[in-house]
Every structure is written in structure tokens, then in C-alpha cells.
């Protein structure tokens, strides 16, 4: 099985891994793959998220991190350590390979996990 979600949610706030994504990822018995995809031409969306889709025929990079795995009937309490993994592997990608990310004032990637 192979699915994507955000990992930070529908709603946000950007960067906060949620829990939900452990919690499926658990419940379908998979692990998590961090990934980070860059576009080199993309319209930004002017939503929370600045959400970037790719122009036709722009090249996407994707780069992969560490599967994250989830123990079977888990508890909650590792949800947090599980969830700071996958924060880790997130920041870890951009910091390597799109160090000239522009951010917002008030945003910060490092500061996505509770």
C-alpha cells in the first residue's frame, strides 16, 4: 500500500506533524517515509500552507527520508516520540536540500511538534 498525506493536516498550523498521521500509519501497519519535493517552476497558492503545485513541465525533485515505523497497538504516549522522528526527518531534508527555503515571519519548521 502506498498513500501520501500531509502531515500537517488539512488545517494546519504549518509544520505540526499531528498525530493522525501516526495514528493511520499505525492502524494500517505501515511505516511513515518522510519525503520532501521540490519544484523548480510551481504557482503558490495564497493559503495557510502556501501551497506550491508544479507547472507542466517544471523537473520535481523528491527526496526520501528514513521509514518511521509504527508499533503495532502503540501508545499514545509514543506518539510523540514517533512524531518527532518524522519532524526530524522533514527538517533534516530541507535544511539539506532546499537551504534557501524562504519562510514567513512567525514561521519556523523547527518549531512543528508538540
Not at 497558492?45 to 528514513?66: A, C, T
Amino acid at each position: 500500500m502506498c498513500k501520501e498525506t500531509a502531515v500537517d493536516g488539512p488545517t494546519g498550523p504549518k509544520y505540526k506533524v499531528k498525530a493522525g498521521v501516526v495514528s493511520i500509519a499505525e492502524h494500517a501497519g505501515v511505516p511513515v517515509v518522510p519525503y520532501l519535493a521540490i519544484a523548480d517552476k510551481y504557482w503558490e497558492l495564497p493559503s495557510w500552507d502556501r501551497l506550491r503545485i508544479p507547472k507542466p513541465f517544471s523537473r520535481v525533485r523528491v527526496y526520501y527520508g528514513e521509514p518511521v515505523n509504527i508499533p503495532q497497538g502503540a501508545p499514545r504516549a509514543e506518539y510523540a516520540r514517533r512524531r518527532r522522528a518524522i519532524k526530524e526527518s522533514l527538517d533534516a531534508q530541507e535544511l539539506h536540500f532546499n537551504p534557501q527555503k524562504e519562510e514567513l515571519p512567525g514561521e519556523s519548521p523547527a518549531a512543528g511538534c508538540e
